[in-house]
């Protein structure tokens, strides 16, 4: 990733340079054209003669004949009606060829000082932008970003995330990391979801639905497991100071789910209690041999797996008119997680 953002960075960089360049190779080329084309006019200027009329000699042009004028000869006549020298007439016509220039000077003494004080500023307004733009963050691409932070496991805005790599770890691991997460003492009140992430070829990327249960050695249906999408959500539940985990499922055809769900439940709770924290030693022992059976909890359907005791430890139910599936230990979760995706605007569609 450095890597990538020191060559941006260097071809942003070459690009300024280039441009800069550019930019100032055509300033220059204006200030030339205009200063040839100045000595162009001063150099015109040096080829065109003036006389002053009233100096030149009145004469009856009438009783004059006619004749082809040239230089020489008015030259020649000016001196000789004034006496005036040559030197003299070629300091008149200095003084008149100069006239225009002194003007000039007279409001602008020093012109080329402004071109120069203006290339100058132009030179230092681009070195500037040129720093100012290499040394600015680059803008990291969509690959990029899908890489570094991969979209939320989630279907609404939860309390808290939490963040679980399981690359490189085994089955017992795994799920061993999950249930420490879930069942955390110091998670905040509310819904905390957790982000099941492996490396990729791009960055960290969201592990699927199905890849998740295989790694945990779950005998999740196909029927569910094709039915449910690639959209979940595993989470806890904190209120009162106690910890209610759960999984949630998005519902694509809830009679399949429904189906499968009903020949997962031999295997279900084997394949959670590790996620779940969920003891089956001693006198739940004999949990995994009981059945579910249909329980009315919060005006929801749902089957239940109970102790012998009587204590709930598994339900599942669907939500929201059968589009989203719930499993969890406890009631609690119910209320708030409907609640929450009935109300608040879904991340993903």
Known sequence: ??????????????????????IFKIFLTLHFLKTLSKRCRNESKKHVYYIDMDELPKKDFKKVAPSIRTFASDMADAVRGKQASVATIAH??????????DIIRALD????????????????????????????????????LAGVKPAPQTFFIPNTYKDIHIEGFIQEQIV??????????????????LQILEKGSVGDVGVGV?????????HMPSQVSRNVGKDYMIGSYKT???????????VSSYSNVFSGMYAWERDL?????????????GVRADLP???????????????????????????????????????????????????????IVPLSP
Do not use: W
Request: positive net charge; glycine residues 6%; hydrophobic residues 40%.
């Open 1 to 22: 990733m450095r890597y990538k953002f020191f060559v941006f960075i260097n071809n942003k960089t070459v690009l300024c340079v280039v441009s800069s360049f550019f």
């Open 92 to 101: 008149a016509e200095q003084k008149k060829n100069y006239r225009g220039d």
């Open 109 to 144: 003494p020093h012109p080329h000082r402004k071109s120069l004080v203006v290339g100058i500023a132009i030179v230092v307004l681009l070195a500037g932008g040129i720093i100012y733009y290499a040394k600015s963050p680059a803008t990291p691409s969509l690959k990029e």
């Open 176 to 193: 061993g990391g999950i249930r420490d997460v879930l069942i955390d003492p110091t998670l905040p009140d509310g819904i905390t979801n």
């Open 210 to 218: 199905g890849r998740l249960f295989i790694l945990i050695d779950s």
């Open 240 to 250: 009162a100071g106690s910890s209610y985990p759960f999984i949630l499922f998005r």
């Open 269 to 281: 709770v084997n394949d959670l209690s590790g996620l779940f924290n969920i003891d089956t030693r």
């Open 289 to 343: 041999t009981k059945s579910f059976i249909d329980k009315t909890i919060k005006n929801h359907d749902a089957r239940v797996l109970s102790d012998s005791a009587g204590a709930e430890i598994l339900i599942y139910n669907f939500l929201l008119n059968n589009s989203y599936l719930l499993i969890t230990t406890n009631d609690a979760p119910i209320t708030e997680l409907e609640t929450r995706l009935a109300h």
